[in-house]
C-alpha cells in the first residue's frame, strides 16, 4: 500500500469513528435517536465528512491539522459541532502517518508518544487560532496560557498547564492513557461480550461519563453539578454493563438522555473522549492491515 493510499484509510477511519458515535445512545450528546442542545444529526455527520477530507492530508502538522479541520467545520455548518475531536484526532492521525512512514516498528501508542513530545510552538499558535474560532462553550481565560493570547510555548506544555482543568489537554499530557486503559478497555470488552459495535460504544461514552467529571459541564456549571452527573452516568454505566442484552437497557438510557438534556447538560467531552476512542480502535486496524 502507498503511503497515499494509507492516508485515505486514515482519513476513512476518522470518518468511520465520528460516524460510529453518533450511531450509539449516548445520554446527553447527540446521536440518531434524538437531537439536542440546539443541534442536529446532519450536521455532525456533515462536520465529520468535510474534516476528514483534510485532516488526513500528507506532509502538514498537528497544528495545521487541527486548523484546517476546524476551518472545514466552519464553511460547513457555521458552528462547532467538532473541536474536541479534532483535538483529539489530529495527533492520533499524526501518530498514524508517523507509524507507517517508520516501516511499522512502532505501535500507535508509541509513535502518538513521539509526535505529542515533538509538537512544537508553531502547532501551538495554530491550534490556538482554531480554537478561538470555535469557541468552546465556557471555555473562559486562563491565569496562564490563555487561548486568546499568542502562545509563547510549544503545543505539549500548553496543553500541560490545562491538564487539571480539560480531560483533552490531560490526553496530551499523559500520552492519551484514558483513551487507551479507560476507553478502548471497556470498547474491547464490549466488543468480546456483546459482539455489537454501537452498544460498545454507549458503555465506553458512559465510562467516560462515570469515570470523569465531564470537563464541559465543569467548564458551563461549577465541580459539584460534574461529579453529581459523574455519579449519576456510574449508575447506568453499571446497569449496562449487567445485561446479557444491552437493548433491554434502551429504555432507561433514553429517560437518562432526555433528562439530561431537559437540564440542558451536555456531556460533550465524554463524546469527544469516545470518538476519539473509536479512533484509536481504527487505526490500529488500519495499521495491522497495512
Avoid at 17 to 37: M, T
Avoid at 44 to 63: H, K, N, P, R, T
Amino acid at each position: 500500500m502507498s503511503l497515499a493510499d494509507f492516508a485515505v484509510e486514515v482519513a476513512q477511519a476518522y470518518q468511520d469513528a465520528c460516524l460510529a458515535e453518533l450511531s450509539a445512545l449516548k445520554p446527553g450528546n447527540v446521536h440518531i435517536f434524538a437531537d439536542g442542545h440546539g443541534m442536529v444529526v446532519k450536521d455532525f455527520i456533515l462536520s465529520a465528512e468535510v474534516s476528514a477530507s483534510v485532516m488526513a492530508q500528507l506532509d502538514i502538522g498537528v497544528g495545521q491539522r487541527i486548523k484546517a479541520a476546524v476551518q472545514a467545520t466552519w464553511q460547513s455548518v457555521n458552528c462547532n459541532t467538532n473541536l474536541g475531536i479534532i483535538l483529539l484526532a489530529a495527533p492520533m492521525i499524526q501518530a498514524s502517518l508517523l507509524a507507517y512512514t517508520d516501516g511499522m516498528h512502532l505501535s500507535l501508542r508509541e509513535s502518538l508518544a513521539k509526535v505529542l513530545q515533538n509538537l512544537s510552538l508553531e502547532d501551538a499558535v495554530l491550534a490556538y487560532q482554531a480554537v478561538e474560532q470555535a469557541s468552546p462553550a465556557g471555555l473562559g481565560n486562563a491565569d496562564e496560557h490563555d487561548i486568546h493570547a499568542q502562545p509563547t510555548v510549544t503545543l505539549l506544555s500548553a496543553m500541560q498547564a490545562a491538564e487539571q482543568r480539560d480531560l483533552i489537554a490531560r490526553q496530551y499530557s499523559n500520552g492519551f492513557t484514558d483513551i487507551f486503559d479507560v476507553g478502548l478497555a471497556q470498547y474491547e470488552s464490549a466488543i468480546a461480550r456483546w459482539n455489537n459495535e454501537s452498544w460498545a460504544v454507549s458503555a465506553v461514552h458512559l465510562a467516560f461519563m462515570a469515570g470523569f467529571p465531564d470537563s464541559h459541564i465543569v467548564r458551563k456549571y461549577g465541580a459539584s453539578k460534574g461529579a453529581e452527573i459523574q455519579q449519576r452516568a456510574a449508575e447506568y454505566l453499571y446497569g449496562l454493563l449487567e445485561q446479557e442484552n444491552p437493548k433491554l437497557y434502551q429504555r432507561a438510557l433514553l429517560e437518562f438522555d432526555a433528562a439530561l438534556k431537559a437540564e440542558r447538560i451536555n456531556p460533550g467531552t465524554s463524546a469527544d473522549l469516545t470518538v476519539a476512542t473509536v479512533l484509536a480502535s481504527y487505526l490500529q486496524n488500519v495499521l495491522k492491515q497495512a
